[in-house]
């Protein structure tokens, strides 16, 4: 056998041996209880789709799916930790668009990069609320503008934390209202909407999932809907173009990644599960009671979404001046 022969064969039986492992884990898989993480404490939009698709991805799976919250570092401790753990499909990361597009924008330094982490699907969307407590003597969009004007400085926001959708987004609208307000970052959505309820924090700009339930209450007053149309669960808030605020829109997304490495026969098949799993009906009821709109895209689309988002939040972030701290 010549050199040749021998690599040329070598070569193809290590790729042959490469793909029947590939297609061996993904007919196995899963054979053991599959986690969720969740870059945020419970409560809020991520978490919410996160609880959305643990259900019946179990058992569309037929194996347990666990949601698993480990919030801080503005997620950065969950993306580091699912960007480290074996790429064999058990451990998944729970995304948040603005922590996965934002955060390398604003930190060079950050304990995982988006190369770390493979898009398995993006599972639904919300467009975010402007909404402020009661106590604000302002009860439309211009209104609220107008009082910012009068008063720079003198009332807060909350936000999910340094670099959320909620601190870059509230920025943004700072900028094209010309308005003042001091930013009052938190560990995600939870301890934000318990501070705003309170009137310690009066102003939030945030997904349906937190706070559309104390806007149906009367808790807090919804002044614009940050979107194309109005939200069926508070169909009375006007869009921010409705209320005269033209060219302001927000949307956050939930994408599912696994660790870089994963086989892609793995993916495939969490990913394919994942679109079964949310056209079930009763996810749908679900979905429209947490105020969560399901868009399902496969792992090639997610991954251009992601790339497309990440050139445009970089030129936001910059634009803005909104830095890490």
Same mark, same amino acid.
């Given at each position: 056998m010549t050199p040749r022969r021998f690599s040329l064969r070598t070569l193809a039986t290590t790729a042959a041996t490469v793909l029947l492992s590939g297609l061996a884990a993904a007919q196995s898989f899963p054979s053991k209880p599959i986690t969720l993480v969740v870059p945020n404490p419970?409560?809020?939009?991520?978490?919410?789709?996160?609880?959305?698709?643990?259900?019946?991805?179990?058992?569309?799976?037929?194996?347990?799916?666990?949601?698993?919250?480990?919030?801080?570092?503005?997620?950065?401790?969950?993306?580091?930790?699912?960007?480290?753990?074996?790429?064999d499909g058990y451990t998944l990361l729970t995304s948040y668009s603005a922590y996965h597009v934002g955060n390398?924008?604003?930190?060079?330094?950050?304990?995982w990069a988006q190369k770390d982490l493979a898009p398995v699907a993006l599972i639904t969307v919300a467009t975010n609320v402007i909404a402020i407590h009661p106590s604000v003597p302002a009860n439309t969009l211009g209104e609220f503008i107008s009082y910012l004007k009068a008063n720079p400085g003198k009332l807060s926001y909350a936000s999910q934390g340094n670099g959320s959708l909620s601190h870059i987004g509230t920025e943004m609208f700072k900028m094209q209202t010309h308005t003042s307000m001091v930013h009052i970052p938190y560990r995600g959505s939870g %301890? =934000?909407?318990? $501070?705003? /309820?309170?009137?310690?924090?009066?102003? #939030?700009?945030?997904?349906?999932?937190?706070?559309? +339930?104390?806007?149906?209450?009367?808790?807090?007053?919804?002044?614009?809907?940050?979107?194309k149309a109005r939200h069926p669960g508070i169909p009375?808030?006007?869009?921010?173009a409705e209320a005269g605020l033209k060219g302001f829109e927000l949307e956050a997304w939930v994408g599912i990644f696994a660790p870089a490495g994963t086989p892609p026969d793995v993916i495939a098949?969490?990913?394919?599960?994942?679109?079964?799993?949310?056209?079930?009906?009763?996810?749908?009821?679900?979905?429209?009671?947490?105020?969560?709109?399901?868009?399902?895209?496969? %792992? =090639?689309?997610? $991954?251009? /979404?992601?790339?497309?988002?990440?050139? #445009?939040?970089?030129?936001?972030?910059?634009?803005? +001046?909104?830095?890490?701290?």
């Open positions: 419970p409560g809020g939009f991520v978490d919410a789709s996160a609880r959305l698709l643990s259900e019946p991805l179990s058992r569309v799976m037929g194996q347990t799916v666990v949601v698993d919250n480990k919030g801080g570092g503005s997620g950065n401790v969950a993306y580091g930790l699912v960007a480290r753990s074996a790429p390398p924008n604003l930190n060079p330094k950050l304990p %301890p =934000a909407v318990q $501070d705003v /309820l309170s009137g310690q924090v009066q102003v #939030f700009i945030t997904t349906p999932p937190s706070i559309m +339930g104390h806007i149906q209450a009367g808790k807090l007053k919804g002044l614009a809907v940050a979107g009375n808030v006007p869009t921010t098949k969490l990913s394919s599960s994942i679109k079964q799993a949310m056209e079930q009906p009763d996810t749908k009821t679900r979905a429209n009671a947490a105020g969560i709109e399901i868009r399902y895209l496969p %792992p =090639a689309a997610l $991954d251009a /979404l992601v790339k497309r988002e990440t050139e #445009f939040w970089a030129k936001t972030i910059k634009s803005a +001046g909104i830095t890490a701290d």
